[in-house]
Structures are given as structure tokens and as C-alpha cells.
């Protein structure tokens, strides 16, 4: 009976650590298309990690080393979609260009929504670090969904200390709501 509990401990092992390998060489992969990356971590964006100094390392990833670290946001995007638009590499250099499809810019200090609905272009610029694509800097203010937005939303909503503050995330919630995706 030992000895089939060794070799299920050793298959199971085995698996795992092939998992780990293909896991591995997928991110490898990815890291070796300046536009897999870009695209990735506009999902990341897109999906929030820019919005929490918990989630911030998925989108961190993405970037070079001596990144400057992010502060706080006063202001978000509200996008509907993202394109990878244009490709550009030279040598260790490469440009990706990323078309946004912006609903509206939410205000978090004032509790309130800009309304504009137009595409907007975002330039990556990326270059080689130990052989793998980064992200030379950020250049735009987190791009979200509409429902990610509402739910950081809900999150700051749960922390609000005064009855105006829980007023004005409901108020802004509605706004967020009522906004329509083409």
C-alpha cells in the first residue's frame, strides 16, 4: 500500500510541476510579443488592478524595473473596449498603440461623472529588459470597465464614514449606471 501512495505522491508531483513548465512558457511567450504584453496588461487595467494597492502588482508586472511607482487616483476612465491598433519594433525598442473606446471619466473627489463616449489612442512604449518586453512607463489614468467601476465603487462605499459621503457614492453609482455602451 506504500508503495502506491509513493507513486501517486510522485505522479501527482510530476503533473504539477508540468503544469508549472507550460505555465512558465506561456508567460515566456507572452513577454516576447511587445503587443501581448500591452494587450494583457490592458486587461489587467481594464479588469482594475490599478485601482487598489492590493492589485497593483498584476499591472506592475508589465512594466520595467525602475518604474516610478503609481499614487493614488483622483480621476478614472470608463472604457467599453480596448484595440491594439498599431505594431512598431526595432531592436529593443518597440510602440504599440492601443485604441480605447472611452465612455466617461469619473471624478472621485467630486463624486461625479464627465460624459464624452469617444475612441481615444494610448502609445506604449516598451523596451527589452533581460530579453523579455516591458513597459517603458504608464501613460494614462487607470481605463476600466463599467462594471469594475461599479464595484470599486461599492468598495469605497463599504469605508464612507458620513451619511453625505455614502450620498454622493450612490448618487455617483446611478450616474455610472445609466451610462450606456455602444
Do not use: H
Not at 506592475?60 to 491594439?84: M, R
Not at 463599504?158 to 455602444?182: C, I
Request: net charge negative; glycine share 4%.
Amino acid at each position: 500500500m506504500k508503495v502506491n501512495k509513493y507513486y501517486f505522491t510522485l505522479v501527482v508531483v510530476l503533473i504539477l510541476a508540468g503544469f508549472g513548465c507550460a505555465t512558465n512558457q506561456k508567460n515566456l511567450q507572452l513577454a516576447n510579443r511587445p503587443e501581448l504584453v500591452v494587450y494583457e496588461y490592458c486587461k489587467e487595467d481594464a479588469y482594475g488592478a490599478r485601482l487598489s494597492t492590493d492589485t497593483v502588482k498584476f499591472a506592475n508586472k508589465y512594466y520595467v524595473k525602475d518604474s516610478p511607482p503609481e499614487l493614488g487616483w483622483t480621476y478614472i476612465y470608463l472604457i467599453s473596449d480596448y484595440k491594439i491598433q498599431q505594431i512598431t519594433e526595432s531592436g529593443d525598442t518597440a510602440t504599440v498603440n492601443v485604441i480605447y473606446n472611452y465612455l466617461a471619466t469619473l471624478d472621485l473627489i467630486k463624486k461625479d461623472v464627465y460624459v464624452e463616449d469617444f475612441p481615444f489612442l494610448v502609445e506604449f512604449n516598451l523596451n527589452k529588459e533581460d530579453g523579455l518586453w516591458k513597459i517603458a512607463s504608464f501613460k494614462t489614468l487607470p481605463c476600466v470597465y463599467k462594471e469594475t467601476a461599479l464595484n470599486y465603487l461599492k468598495q469605497q462605499f463599504k469605508s464612507t464614514a458620513t451619511q453625505d459621503e455614502e450620498d454622493k457614492l450612490l448618487s455617483l453609482m446611478e450616474k455610472v449606471k445609466a451610462l450606456k455602451e455602444e
